[in-house]
């Protein structure tokens, strides 16, 4: 059978995005909105598998969700997300999707309350990576040819998702690396402007942190920038003793 217009349309906009150099978040909104229109749902949410905790973690959502993104987590074969993320299948909740054995209700979200739910598995390289869960206020038969085309963009956009999951491990840790030197940096013009401190007044070394970070506090000046300042006086000193001034 032909594709239609509309899955020809579809197949275009995955294959656009998966060879886009979109972010993570920017990702995540893509598939919410291609889910929508594949099932036109009342709410969609993403989650993603973190595998420092091996939880799975509410990344993206179609009704506002704040406070719970980043925030909302449940274990492998917790609920009908966790069950869908363990065994790699898909469940389709027509009507009274509550009464599942497998469903867990979360207060924060008003989309446990609907009637319909559908949760697809998002998959790279055969790996699971995250879930897809779509809902309906009201009861919704789910079609052989919907459950397919969001299988389907599960499959195809896993890649691309795992993709952009690399590159924000990458920034992180560039980011950690950088903070760390930053770190480094501060403690090293401390130590030095500690040192002078203590030279120059006769104080022990608690006594010369404890001047420097009173006088920051009291500045309203970073530590190192105080530190900086010191240093820079006593090359200053030196200076002008040596030129004989």
């Known amino acids: 059978m032909e594709p239609s217009a509309s899955q020809v349309g579809l197949l275009h906009r995955i294959s656009?995005?998966?060879?886009?150099?979109?972010s993570l978040d920017e990702m995540l909104g893509e598939i919410i909105g291609i889910t929508a229109q594949v099932t036109e749902c009342d709410a969609c949410l993403v989650y993603l598998i973190e595998r420092d905790s091996d939880e799975i973690v509410l990344r993206a959502s179609q009704l506002p969700h704040a406070s719970a993104l980043g925030n909302l987590r449940m274990k492998m074969g917790e609920g009908v997300t966790g069950w869908v993320a363990e065994h790699k299948s898909v469940v389709a909740l027509p009507s009274n999707a509550g009464s599942d054995a497998r469903f867990k209700r979360f207060q924060a979200l008003?989309?446990?309350?609907?009637?319909?739910?559908?949760?697809?598995?998002l998959v790279s390289g055969g790996d699971i990576i995250g879930v897809i869960n779509v809902h309906h206020r009201q009861q919704h038969a789910h079609?052989?040819?919907?459950?397919?085309?969001?299988?389907?963009?599960?499959?195809?956009?896993?890649?691309?998702?795992?993709?952009?999951?690399?590159a924000e491990q990458n920034a992180r840790l560039v980011e950690e690396t950088l903070e760390m030197r930053r770190q480094l940096e501060t403690r090293k013009v401390v130590e030095r402007a500690k040192g002078i401190l203590q030279q120059r007044?006769?104080?022990?070394?608690?006594?010369?942190?404890?001047?420097?970070?009173?006088?920051s506090r009291r500045l309203r000046r970073p530590m190192k920038e105080l530190a900086e300042a010191i240093i820079l006086s006593e090359e200053l000193s030196r200076k002008n003793e040596s030129a004989g001034v």
Do not use: C, H, W
């Not at 656009?16 to 979109?22: G, M």
């Open 16 to 22: 656009s995005i998966v060879s886009s150099e979109l």
């Open 143 to 166: 079609t052989p040819d919907e459950i397919a085309l969001l299988t389907f963009v599960g499959e195809q956009m896993g890649g691309a998702i795992s993709k952009s999951l690399l």
């Open 110 to 121: 008003i989309e446990d309350t609907y009637e319909a739910f559908l949760s697809v598995p």
């Open 201 to 215: 007044y006769g104080l022990t070394e608690e006594d010369a942190y404890l001047r420097l970070r009173n006088e």
